[in-house]
């Protein structure tokens, strides 16, 4: 499964050095990797259906407790075939759709990293990979909705879908820091085992409340749902990967999957009931006042998913089945939406609902699929959307008291799902065709060829449900905790309330499409009330913490560097002047001095003299000398006490320095005075307290008893351990190798930076 994983990075890694090929016909050739992972995936249904897990794990961290452990259940295989299965259907329609764009290479890289994090999100059975994969699949959604990156709006919408789902990520990884401290692993699986623990916890409810968090930011929950609608500034086969298959239903596996730890409590189910709903019906009101193909689909698309996070909140077996059902039923027909859209975009240069019509007669076979998904969408027999909606139905009729409540809302937000999905699939195609449409012909098969198929699966599996009953339904029910064997699904169910209610849903549905027209006017009406939306007040939020930051960064930040050595020494003298204050217990013991020598007194004179003299010289030039004379004063006190490392250490720093500062000084104007006889005093005044300060903490370090079990451990292992007879080498780069990695990268990358400024050219137009 890792290999599966790294497929996509590696694949992306490949377009570094060979995205001109991928640029010319080849680039249908990448639909092969998700083809191949499909069918990967494909061949472990027979192991899983029987009520097999597949488990993998390699060592990452093991001193954490952190290791990249893979898990392949009934859950993670729906998850991993929807991922694959649309994934390669929008690398083909990628093919045709982008053919010739300049970077088509990178947008497949793009796709390859997303698909990639996906597949590690939905596999991980590690809490601590899981977040990581999680942030990629933030990260490399920011590249792919703002990949017309020349756009002013694509870019904002980019930022927008960062932040948000960048929140929702730092809040998961609290959650799993919590959760891994009560539970003692950071094992998905071992969680899951681990309820009583949880629940019983005093961390429960913000383990809980962070959790959510992370889930509604990514899947797009009111009042978080505001990204998704902006996410459309992408490419459409962006936008059918991200609301079909991938991102925003990774905030719903993380509830599915924590489900059987977490669930069946009064916040857990209260709160996911409450949000759902809210999003559900918010979202597909919103449908009414779109005329945008995108737009209305992006509403439709929050209103499924508050329709799976109500069906997770009601927890029971029959919800569960709901939610399994669904998540196909919407990838397949959300998918096949989204690439018509992009075809009818694509043909014509509009996505205008109010302007298309009568297309049925220039693309016929777009017009098929559009229909089909739109029937399925509607949950008009004998689309498996209909099983879907049933199931939905039966699990709110069943839930209680406050069942009737529930099923009413469910009703209506698929009134309007039908409405929306009718409006997508079946209104451009309907009516007379406009003049201006009649020159209009048919894309490359690569475009239509992916959302027929999807569409007649749509279909198919509603005839025939068996097909993903036993092999994907029941062991995913099976693995949020629920007996999967009870799982029956059929299209017929004889005439009973729930095909009453399904009924009542298609012919109020049909009835609101045939009267309601949606118009500019409309949509303008409804944005009267931006100012209320969550979207404007979480930017008012944002423009004042910025104008905060702002005014904060003037007063702190005001461009001089004295000022800001000045504030960090007056900061460290107040700091460890208050804490020596309170617990210095120093004494110093004049009979332990050794006698001092000739040649220390004179290398010390030498050393207070180089330090008045750059203090007060008026030169530059001379100043640096001076200092040069202070650090060879310095190597020679690390010669006179057996340090001959330190001293060439410091010889040569010093050295280098020095002549650096040579250098850059001869260039410069004469000495120029840029404080006043005041701002002096004050910074010696300021330095004179900080040396004291050091001095005596140095005092009261050297007062504390010396322990030498750290010294010992370095002498007896240095050798046994790092074959290393130097025992300081040993400890620089061994036993704190990664710290002396870090310091050489950072030596490195300033280094880059250096080079970089000396080679770089400004004309005057790049200094504007």
């Not at 899951?192 to 913000?206: F, G």
């Not at 559900?280 to 499924?304: C, E, N, P, Q």
């Not at 609101?512 to 930017?539: H, N, Q, R, T």
């Amino acid at each position: 499964m890792l290999t599966a994983i790294l497929t996509g990075f590696i694949f992306s890694l490949f377009l570094v050095v060979a995205g001109k090929f991928m640029k010319r016909k080849a680039a249908i050739l990448s639909a092969l990797i998700p083809l191949g992972l499909f069918i990967y995936f494909l061949q472990f249904t027979k192991q899983i259906s029987s009520g097999e897990i597949i488990n993998k794990t390699y060592e990452w961290v093991p001193s954490l407790g952190v290791n990249l452990g893979f898990t392949l259940d009934g859950l993670s295989l729906i998850f991993a075939l929807m991922i694959t299965g649309i994934g390669f259907l929008v690398f083909a329609y990628t093919a045709a759709y982008l053919k010739g764009h300049e970077y088509l290479d990178r947008f497949y890289g793009y796709l390859g990293i997303f698909m990639a994090a996906m597949l590690g999100v939905v596999l991980s059975d590690n809490i601590i990979s899981l977040f990581v994969f999680w942030e990629l699949t933030s990260i490399s959604s920011f590249f792919l909705i703002g990949f017309n990156n020349k756009e002013e709006a694509s870019r904002k919408s980019a930022i927008l879908a960062l932040s948000i789902t960048g929140i929702g990520g730092l809040l998961l990884l609290a959650a799993v820091l919590i959760a891994g401290n009560v539970t003692g692993t950071y094992s998905i699986s071992e969680m899951l085992l681990s309820k009583e623990l949880l629940a019983d916890s005093n961390h429960y409810v913000i383990i809980v409340l962070l959790i959510f968090g992370a889930a509604f930011t990514k899947s797009a929950q009111f009042p978080f749902h505001f990204w998704l609608p902006g996410a459309m500034k992408a490419p459409t086969p962006v936008s059918t990967y991200l609301h079909s298959a991938t991102m925003v239903k990774a905030g719903v596996y993380l509830l599915m999957r924590f489900t059987p730890a977490l669930g069946n409590t009064e916040l857990w189910n209260t709160t996911l009931i409450t949000v759902g709903a809210i999003t559900m019906v918010y979202a597909a009101i919103h449908t009414l006042f779109r005329t945008d193909l995108k737009g209305i689909l992006a509403y439709s698309t929050i209103a499924a998913l508050g329709i799976l996070v109500f069906l997770i909140g009601l927890g029971t077996q029959e919800a569960l089945i709901a939610a399994s059902v669904f998540i196909l039923v919407h990838a397949l027909y959300k998918a096949t939406l989204f690439l018509v859209t992009g075809i009818i975009d694509h043909e014509t240069g509009t996505r205008d609902v109010t302007r298309l019509s009568g297309l049925r007669k220039v693309l016929l076979p777009v017009a098929i699929a559009g229909v089909l998904a739109a029937i399925s969408n509607a949950g008009i027999p004998p689309s498996f959307g209909f099983i879907g909606k049933d199931l939905i139905y039966e699990a709110t009729l069943h839930f209680g008291n406050s069942g009737a409540l529930l099923t009413i809302l469910a009703i209506v937000t698929n009134i309007l799902l039908l409405y929306a999905g009718f409006l997508a699939g079946i209104k451009p195609f309907s009516g007379k065709l406009p003049q201006a449409f009649e020159k209009v012909h048919m894309p490359n098969f690569l475009m239509w060829i992916p959302p027929l198929i999807l569409a007649v699966l749509g279909i198919a599996i509603g005839i025939f449900p068996s097909m993903i009953q036993d092999s994907l339904i029941q062991p995913a029910v099976t693995a949020m905790g629920q007996n999967g064997s009870e799982v029956h699904i059929k299209l017929w169910h004889g005439f009973n309330l729930i095909l009453g209610l399904s009924t009542i849903t298609i012919g109020v549905g049909l009835l609101i499409y045939f009267l309601f027209k949606p118009s500019l006017k409309l949509e303008k009406g409804i944005a009267k009330f931006d100012k209320i939306a969550p979207k404007s007040i979480v930017e008012s939020i944002g423009f004042g913490f910025d104008r905060a930051s702002r005014i904060t960064t003037g007063f702190i930040q005001n461009g001089y560097l004295r000022y800001y050595v000045s504030v960090i020494i007056l900061f460290l003298v107040l700091l460890i002047g208050y804490t020596l204050l309170q617990n210095t217990n120093y004494k110093i013991d004049y009979d332990s001095f050794s006698v001092l020598t000739i040649y220390e007194v004179l290398t010390l004179l030498v050393m207070a003299v180089g330090i008045l003299y750059t203090v007060f010289t008026r030169s530059r030039l001379a100043a640096v000398a001076a200092m040069g004379v202070v650090g060879l004063a310095i190597s020679l006190i690390f010669v006179y006490y057996s340090a001959p490392d330190l001293a060439m250490t410091q010889f040569s720093i010093d050295t280098l320095t020095v002549i650096l500062f040579v250098l850059v000084l001869y260039k410069l104007p004469k000495y120029l005075k840029l404080s006043d006889r005041r701002a002096r005093i004050k910074d010696g005044i300021l330095s004179i307290v900080f040396g004291s300060l050091i001095t005596v903490l140095a005092l009261e370090v050297l007062s504390e008893p010396q322990g030498s079990e750290i010294t010992d451990y370095f002498a007896e292992n240095a050798y046994v351990l790092a074959k290393g007879k130097n025992v300081v080498n040993v400890i620089l780069v061994d036993f704190r190798g990664i710290d002396t990695f870090m310091e050489i990268a950072v030596l490195t990358i300033a280094a880059i930076g250096v080079f970089s400024l000396l080679k770089l050219r400004l004309t005057k137009k790049n200094r504007k």
